[in-house]
């Protein structure tokens, strides 16, 4: 990966030395972070060095510059004290060492190794950040390629130079600007190490601010699905960003190398890709003779699009219909029902025709679901249908929801002490509700029912019977609520 960025700081170390030449006896030193580095960035030195240099078992390389040999030393295959040798001899300018400079690439802050050197990362020499960033920009001018990527390439420099703190120990975080003047060209991995998809198709624009642009919006989009990749499920994480081929290719290993164009596409066609609208049903119109509750999960966004319908089936028919009505046309593809429901859906045109059947006389709950992959706005019907009338359930008509899913179909009803069925019956019957309790339930039987004293937890599984079939419920209740002890609660206790 740096193998590049070590060439690129070589050159500009030899550019520098070529200009300002170097003077016999000069001592010089780079300090870089790591070991590997420093052995790096030698070997990147010794690559333009001619000259065989050694110091008894030491060998090493020398660049001539006019008359003065600069040695390069390096702590990677050095001792502290032969490094301070090297430089005290440099120095002294005797015998061997007569016409000779010196150059330290090290990992440490020793003073017997810098000491009376001088530092290639201070100001005004090629490795502080500041002559550094401006060598950058104008290699990234000399490059061949085609004005608007340099524009791209400049664009993204001065981002970056924004993200980076004033440290010349943050120059190889420089890295890709660097491979990219190393290739003369930008390669397909040159755009990711950028943080960017690859875009051809930058060239066709000439208009300075548009590049910009597209390079920001291209930097965001890439960030987004490499986050995705890194911290979440990208199957998962994407579906509102993309449509959904756009998902399937993103997911894979090989995201990075889409181009983005195509992504962008993907992206556009998603923000056009709006969900149909659910025309909501006025109950005060029977549907088939039975009349029917529709109410909002809450009043969000999302929650409105999570229904909860229950159809009053009390004529005893074999099979229920019930339309869910949209504003444009849906799609067939995109709805979905459990495993072994009772529930048929259909679509036709920009309807939902929904069939529940085996309804005559066992209550029937399951769920519908539309989800189009390439729109946002996923709808929730759940849906129940009871062999009973409305009535029955009266007092509950603006707090029940039906839960759909198909491991844990029951209508869910709250209460806090005492639950009421019927209220219209002439014959009062009252019970002490627990859990998996049977409610017997008749057309003149209004039901009361105290929680027990008992429960600890915040939902209570019960059924009610009715004409011997059983209707399965859901009560939700607060357990941190002090519950009130009724007399009949007493009087129950008393005889157990």
Not at 299 to 312: D, E, P
């Amino acid at each position: 990966m740096f193998a590049q960025s070590f060439k690129y700081i070589a050159s500009l170390i030899n550019t520098y030395f070529e200009t300002v030449p170097p003077k016999a006896g000069e001592r010089f030193h780079i300090h870089v972070d790591r070991k590997e580095e420093v052995e790096e960035l030698y070997a990147s030195l010794c690559q333009n060095a001619k000259i065989s240099a050694t110091n008894g078992s030491y060998s090493t390389k020398a660049i001539r510059f006019n008359k003065v040999a600069l040695v390069l030393a390096s702590s990677h295959n050095a001792s502290e004290s032969f490094l301070t040798r090297l430089r005290n001899h440099t120095a002294g300018q005797k015998k061997s060492f007569n016409g000779v400079a010196l150059l330290t690439i090290h990992d440490t802050s020793l003073d017997s190794i810098i000491g009376g050197s001088q530092s290639l990362n201070k100001e005004g020499a090629p490795l502080h950040i500041s002559k550094f960033k401006k060598s950058l920009k104008q290699d990234i001018n000399q490059l061949t390629i085609h004005e608007s990527e340099k524009i791209a390439l400049l664009a993204k420099l001065f981002a970056f130079n924004q993200t980076i703190h004033e440290d010349s120990n943050a120059i190889l975080a420089y890295y890709p600007f660097m491979n990219v003047i190393g290739h003369g060209i930008i390669n397909i991995g040159d755009w990711n190490e950028l943080g960017l998809f690859p875009d051809q198709e930058i060239q066709t624009i000439s208009n300075k601010k548009n590049i910009k642009d597209r390079i920001v919006d291209n930097h965001e989009v890439f960030e987004k699905i490499q986050n995705s990749h890194k911290y979440g499920t990208p199957g998962d994480d994407l579906g509102k960003t993309f449509i959904h081929a756009g998902v399937t290719e993103l997911q894979k290993e090989s995201w990075g190398d889409l181009s983005y164009g195509q992504v962008k596409k993907w992206k556009e066609d998603r923000s056009k890709a709006k969900p149909p609208k659910y025309i909501i049903q006025n109950n005060l119109f029977p549907i088939d003779g039975l009349e029917f509750w529709e109410r909002a999960e809450g009043k969000t966004a999302a929650a409105q699009r999570k229904r909860h319908i229950i159809i009053f089936n009390d004529k005893q028919q074999d099979a229920v219909s019930y339309t869910l009505q949209f504003d444009k046309v849906v799609k067939q593809a995109a709805v979905k029902i459990g495993q072994k429901s009772s529930l048929i859906a259909e679509q036709q045109s920009k309807e939902i025709k929904i069939t529940v059947k085996d309804c005559s006389q066992d209550a029937q709950i399951g769920q519908v679901i539309y989800d189009d992959q390439n729109a946002s706005g996923k709808y929730i019907f759940n849906i129940a249908v009871v062999p009973f009338s409305k009535e029955i359930l009266l007092s509950h008509s603006s707090t029940y929801l039906v839960k759909g899913q198909a491991k844990n179909q029951r209508i869910r009803l709250n209460a806090d002490n005492v639950i009421v069925f019927n209220e219209s019956g002439a014959d009062e019957e009252r019970y002490l509700i627990d859990e998996d309790a049977q409610l017997v339930l008749t057309q003149n039987t209004k039901i009361v029912a105290e929680l027990s004293g008992t429960l600890d937890f915040d939902t209570l599984k019960f059924d009610l019977v009715w004409d011997g079939h059983k209707i399965p419920f859901e009560l939700a209740t607060d357990a941190s609520k002090p519950v009130i002890i009724s007399g009949l609660n007493i009087w129950k206790s008393k005889r157990e």
